[in-house]
């Protein structure tokens, strides 16, 4: 593939850039987070990337599984750059049409009794969002409950509630540098039932996890809990996909106590095969919250509310610059547009079926495939050193990473221990190009575990 933009000083000068040019910018560059080490990204189209060597790659991270449509939908980019000779930046004190617009869009897909929607910049101010909306619907509360190994951001209004300001991992790292000023968190165990904490077997448990939730309700929390933060399908913690009737019974756990449930959506919405988790699970909570891929490779943040809470005070309670981002609001419209016309769920759900059944046939030559999880394409795989002792493979997991890189694939990594690799494609990915990633897969799991 070749791109031959407009003529324009400013991108001609960037992607002229020559190599010691670029190092000498590097030089001058800090980044707090992600797995470095990869290639220098130059363009890309549909699942596809190319680097600034002319290297292609086939993508199963959708850049932090925000491009569900994939690199440059053609779409999107069309009616964001006509819509932006209209409008652009405008101030969230303004009212917009895609504003309206959107706002009623994301009700129609939102569960039944959530009609109210508010847009920030990005995912984290999202979840802070309804972690406002909680503490004023909850008075005199002060605690949130969330789960071991949880991630829900870096803000310092999530951070306590993400397992990196803890020491699941064996050591402290990232936010907990920062504990005096995040919102700290009560925590409760997660369903992680592929390492059970309390050695049960999925036939026969009688769901403890939910009952340490209970007991952390009525004893371990100051006050009335504000509310719990919860993934209904952990992420970065895992790929860990946590059973109906547990999910069920922490709505019910709520109910009991009055505490209101926020569903952190940012990396479930659409991609596990229905609009929302919520759905998926048939459980509705008091708030949900959306960023990543929702604004069609934009930024943008959106907190639901159910009916009957108390919303905002328009006196500063929520108040954002760039909260009104009209450019990814119309690219979010266009998104949800694309996603219905062209069945785009019915082929997550086809696609991630068609992964599993692939790697479940590498699973049979490579055991250290300790574990599958796949819903939609929310897909992880867990390695170990072997099935029965399930001692994890981290510097292994690394090292078909990279090998997977060196081969034109690119895989996250994931769980407090990485040793889960994350396969998280764009939603429009083909049959062909499952067969690719598994091919690509299988040869990289012979370079390092054979």
């Not at 756990?253 to 959506?265: A, G, K, M, S």
């Amino acid at each position: 593939m070749t791109v031959q933009p407009d003529s324009n000083e400013t991108l001609d000068s960037l992607y002229g850039m020559t190599p010691e040019e670029a190092r000498r910018c590097q030089e001058h560059l800090m980044i707090g987070g992600g797995t470095r080490g990869g290639p220098v990204l130059h363009h890309g189209e549909g699942v596809r990337v190319w680097d600034v060597d002319g290297k292609e790659y086939i993508d199963c991270t959708s850049q932090s599984w925000a491009l569900y449509l994939g690199y440059c939908s053609r779409e999107i980019w069309e009616t964001v750059d006509q819509h932006a000779s209209r409008l652009t930046h405008v101030h969230q004190g303004f009212d917009t049409l895609p504003r309206f617009a959107l706002a009623k869009r994301i009700a129609g897909v939102a569960p039944a009794g959530m009609n109210r929607v508010s847009f920030v910049p990005t995912s984290a101010l999202a979840l802070e969002g309804a972690m406002k909306l909680a503490l004023k619907n909850r008075p005199g509360s002060a605690n949130f409950v969330c789960l071991w190994d949880s991630y829900h951001g870096t803000t310092l209004g999530t951070m306590g509630a993400s397992w990196i300001a803890t020491r699941s991992n064996g050591r402290y790292v990232g936010g907990s540098r920062f504990l005096p000023l995040t919102k700290q968190c009560v925590r409760a165990p997660n369903p992680y039932c592929y390492r059970c904490y309390f050695g049960q077997k999925p036939e026969s448990c009688d769901l403890m996890c939910a009952k340490m939730l209970d007991l952390t309700m009525q004893k371990s929390v100051n006050g009335p809990p504000a509310g719990l933060l919860f993934e209904p399908l952990q992420a970065s913690g895992g790929q860990i996909i946590f059973p109906r009737r547990y999910v069920e019974a922490v709505r019910e756990i709520c109910d009991r106590y009055e505490v209101p449930l926020i569903f952190d959506e940012i990396q479930t919405f659409i991609r596990i095969g229905k609009w929302t988790a919520a759905e998926f699970y048939g459980v509705t909570p008091e708030f949900i919250a959306l960023g990543k891929a929702v604004g069609g490779g934009l930024p943008l943040g959106v907190t639901i509310v159910k009916d009957g809470l108390t919303g905002y005070d328009p006196d500063a309670e929520e108040l954002h610059t760039f909260a009104n981002n009209t450019l990814s609001q119309v690219a979010s419209l266009k998104l949800l547009q694309i996603i219905e016309r062209d069945g785009v769920l019915d082929n997550v759900n086809r696609m991630g079926a068609y992964l599993n059944e692939g790697l479940l046939r590498l699973q049979r030559e490579f055991p250290e495939m300790g574990d599958i999880r796949q819903v939609g394409l929310h897909i992880g795989v867990e390695f170990v050193k072997d099935p029965e002792g399930k001692e994890p493979l981290e510097t292994e997991t690394k090292r078909i990473r990279d090998e997977g890189i060196r081969r034109g694939v690119i895989f996250g990594l994931a769980g407090v221990r990485g040793n889960l690799l994350k396969i998280k494609p764009p939603l429009v990915i083909r049959q062909d190009e499952c067969d690719e990633v598994l091919r690509l897969l299988g040869e990289s799991l012979r370079a390092v575990l054979r």
